[in-house]
């Protein structure tokens, strides 16, 4: 089993910044890939960005390209997401989630997640 333990949410106004934790414990060698997944009042949980723990480039969706940074400290076993240039439509819980999914992008190929942690972005 893996834990993950997320942290760093917040309320920020249109323009700032926060960036996001996640903490992993556990059987962490069986998960390959970490990722941010968000889900929107009234919306289904979305894609953010992805990251594998043995390097390349990481992959993002396209409505935070640009803005959205993730990474990741493995001594730590800590995922992060640094989040620039924050837009009212950013506001969310965020998700960490983290397994060995063949496509990065679907939910349902992850295998552990989070509590989430909110992100409130003001207009």
């Known amino acids: 089993q893996v834990q993950l333990v997320e942290s760093g949410g917040g309320l920020v106004q249109a323009g700032g910044s926060l960036r996001l934790s996640c903490v992993a414990s556990?059987?962490?060698?069986?998960?390959?890939?970490m990722a941010w997944f968000r889900q929107a009042p009234g919306k289904d949980r979305e894609f953010v960005a992805a990251?594998?723990?043995?390097?390349?480039?990481?992959y993002y969706a396209d409505t935070v390209k640009g803005r959205f940074t993730i990474s990741m400290d493995n001594a730590k076993n800590t995922v992060y997401l640094q989040m620039n240039s924050l837009k009212p439509e950013d506001t969310a819980v965020f998700y960490c989630?983290?397994?060995?999914?063949?496509?990065?992008?679907?939910?349902?190929?992850?295998?552990?997640w989070g509590r989430g942690t909110q992100v409130t972005v003001s207009s």
């Open positions: 989630a983290a397994g060995s999914p063949l496509n990065v992008v679907f939910e349902s190929q992850y295998e552990y």
């Open positions: 556990g059987r962490t060698f069986s998960t390959y890939i």
């Open positions: 990251i594998s723990r043995t390097g390349g480039r990481p």
